[in-house]
């Protein structure tokens, strides 16, 4: 008899002592996550300055500058409309003398830039995309060549607005 009570005891510490399958539980939770993406853009040009060198009228009716490389990035929505454009801060001037600034073409290229004539009073297009991206181009100014002009160094400042709504 003390055996079979010794392994009934045994068996009952065994049981109570031994995991249970039923006693498993599990519990869940969640998180919200949220990132701002806001309206971005940048504009890198090649280049600070634009020279023209003297020429002959004649032999050369327009003087062409280098390339200047024209960098976009933009972040917006995907039917944003990306626009670059330039304004002239007033004509081409020496001192007193000065030259149109309607004399300052540009031709481009690149994939969305556009050619166009320099103005000081509306802001012309030079590039316009849709939606986020880098597009990258040239811009190659030219300066109409002329007798009329006056002896002198003539400077502007072009003014370039990158917008991304």
């Known amino acids: 008899m ?3 009570v010794l392994s009934g005891a045994i068996a009952a510490l065994v049981l ?5 399958a039923f006693a498993q539980t599990t519990d869940t939770g969640a998180i919200n996550v949220t990132a701002n993406v806001n309206a971005k853009a940048k504009l890198t040009l090649g ?7 003297d020429a002959d009228p004649d032999v050369s009716p327009s003087i062409a500058a280098t390339a200047v490389n024209v960098a976009v990035k933009t972040r917006t929505s995907a039917a944003g409309n990306v ?4 304004l002239a801060s ?3 001037t020496s001192g007193s003398d000065n030259i149109g600034i309607g004399n300052l073409t540009w031709t481009a290229g690149g994939s969305g830039f556009q050619a166009g004539t320099s103005n000081k ?3 012309q297009t030079v590039g316009s995309w849709t939606g986020s991206g880098s597009p ?3 811009q190659t100014y ?3 060549n002329s007798w009329a002009y006056a002896t002198g160094t003539y400077t502007v400042t072009l003014n370039y607005t990158l917008t991304a709504p």
């Open 142 to 144: 030219a300066l109409a």
């Open 16 to 20: 109570m002592g031994a995991p249970s």
């Open 47 to 53: 280049s600070a300055s634009v020279t023209f060198a």
């Open 136 to 138: 990258s181009g040239t």
């Open 83 to 86: 626009t670059l454009t330039v």
């Open 90 to 92: 007033g004509d081409l």
């Open 2 to 4: 003390k055996t079979a």
């Open 121 to 123: 009073t509306t802001a």
